[in-house]
T-cell receptor, first 115, second 113 residues
């Protein structure tokens, strides 16, 4: 089966600019996650969707970050305006709607550099 | 919320030796513990996982052990090979409807030829 797809793979922007990332989960996976992975650290959850509804966005900096999953499939994550500390890899993951379906499958990530 | 601590942060072993990475978690409700391998510039890939109703699980050269009482779990890699070199992350999930993972800080494993 095809894996989680993300684009772009790399993005370089200046601080205060805006940027958007796209994720297409594995077909049929109801749950979608966005993570931020700062260099040398483990992934940190930003937001979790179940179909097109938000399950948890408690760690999303809502003053500058937003995310949506309008049709319960693809998702976009936006940063506006970006700060230097937003430089990180943004990982998307999905998991199936199965009993005990905690296994998360990750995309290749988008590496963001804010200058 | 859940807190996962992982040790060591770096580990170097000779090819053929064993490697052990340890994690502790804080939430006694956690019941799912995956391990991910992340090679440089690539996505995290699940290599093995264990649920709280099992004490040990093996898959060829990889094994994971879980001690629920002490709230710690470990990854064991035997007969290490250079291609095992990567960053390994442990994670814990409290399951339920949220099914969220909290990750450790990672261990850089280097297998020396």
């Amino acid at each position: 089966e095809a894996g989680v797809a993300q684009s772009p793979r790399y993005k370089i922007i200046e601080k205060r600019q805006s940027v958007a990332f796209w994720c297409n989960p594995i077909s049929g996976h109801a749950t979608l996650y966005w993570y931020q992975q700062i260099l040398g650290q483990g992934p940190k959850l930003l937001i979790q969707f179940q179909n097109n509804g938000v399950v948890d966005d408690s760690q999303l900096p809502k003053d500058r970050f937003s995310a949506e999953r309008l049709k319960g499939v693809d998702s976009t994550l936006k940063i506006q305006p970006a700060k230097l500390e937003d430089s990180a890899v943004y990982l998307c993951a999905s998991s199936p709607e199965l009993a005990g379906g905690e296994t998360q499958y990750f995309g290749p990530g988008t590496r963001l550099l804010v200058l | 919320g859940e807190n996962v601590e992982q040790h060591p942060s770096t580990l170097s072993v000779q090819e053929g030796d064993s490697a052990v990475i340890k994690c502790t978690y804080s939430d006694s409700a956690s019941n799912y513990f995956p391990w991910y391998k992340q090679e440089l510039g690539k996505r995290p890939q699940l290599i093995i996982d264990i649920r709280s109703n099992v004490g040990e699980k093996k898959d060829q050269r990889i094994a994971v052990t879980l001690n629920k009482t002490a709230k710690h779990f470990s990854l064991h890699i035997t007969e290490t090979q250079p291609e095992d070199s990567a960053v390994y992350f442990c994670a814990a999930s409290s399951g339920g409807s949220a099914r969220q993972l909290t990750f450790g800080s990672g261990t850089q494993l280097t297998v020396l030829p």
